[in-house]
């Protein structure tokens, strides 16, 4: 069962645009939030967190937005440029967990459009 | 300060053999969890160790099993390799007790022939 959902395995966006991939869970006990690009062949690299207690997190060029009673999440990149072309997944942690023990969804192939 | 070091980075098993995989954590920290991605299937969880101890487990057959020493070096193990046990196993650190953002290592890409 898919508690994290990332339902567009792609997007494209011109560069100078906005990127905006969405994000969904469906346990409401999940209270700490990840997102992370992935090259291929390389290792995910973390992005940018937010805990339930935001409603928003930037840093730089990247933005996270979290809708609680949603459940939804959605990362903002502006602007976006063509070394931003990359997979994002998203990640979710409950606070039942003492430990890190991450769900993360299935991933958005990001391609950034020169 | 050294990222999150795995090895070895490639290799390719037989049905049933066995195989181990090792990950050092960047330096300091105690946590170390491990996640297997297959195509279409995001990251799944396969377990945490923090200070030698089993935290979490995820949900994988017995095969799948781990250890971490007291360095805080971790290693996986995978016996009676299946077809579909083919994937990359990524290998993560952080620093401490408790939740935290997670650092990933490149990770093993493990092919069963």
């Known amino acids: 069962d898919q508690q994290v959902k990332q339902n567009s395995p792609s997007l494209s966006v011109q560069e100078g645009r906005i990127s905006i991939l969405n994000c969904d869970y469906t346990?409401?006990?999940?209270?700490?939030f990840l997102w992370y690009k992935k090259y291929p062949a390389e290792g995910p690299t973390f992005l940018i967190s937010i805990s339930s207690i935001k409603d928003k997190n930037e840093d730089g060029r990247f933005t996270v937005f979290l809708n609680k009673s949603a459940k939804h999440l959605s990362l903002h990149i502006v602007p976006s440029q063509p070394g931003d072309s990359a997979v994002y997944f998203c990640?979710?942690?409950?606070?039942?967990?003492?430990?890190?023990?991450?769900?993360f969804g299935t991933g958005t192939s990001l391609t950034v459009i020169p | 300060k050294a990222g999150v070091t795995q090895t070895p980075r490639y290799l390719i098993k037989t049905r049933g053999q066995q195989v181990t995989l090792s990950c050092s954590p960047i330096?300091?920290?105690?946590?170390v969890s491990w996640y297997q991605q297959t195509p279409g299937q995001g990251l799944q969880f396969l377990f945490e160790y923090f200070s030698e101890t089993q935290r979490n487990k995820g949900n994988f057959p017995g095969r799948f099993s781990g250890r971490q020493f007291s360095n805080s070096r971790s290693e996986m193990n995978v016996s009676t390799l299946e077809l579909g046990d083919s994937a990359l196993y990524l290998c993560?650190?952080?620093?401490?007790?408790?939740?935290?953002?997670?650092?990933f290592g490149e990770g093993s890409w493990l092919t069963v022939v």
């Open positions: 993560a650190s952080s620093p401490d007790r408790g939740r935290n953002t997670i650092y």
């Open positions: 346990n409401s006990m999940f209270d700490y």
């Open positions: 990640a979710a942690s409950s606070y039942q967990n003492t430990g890190n023990q991450f769900y």
């Open positions: 330096s300091g920290h105690r946590s």
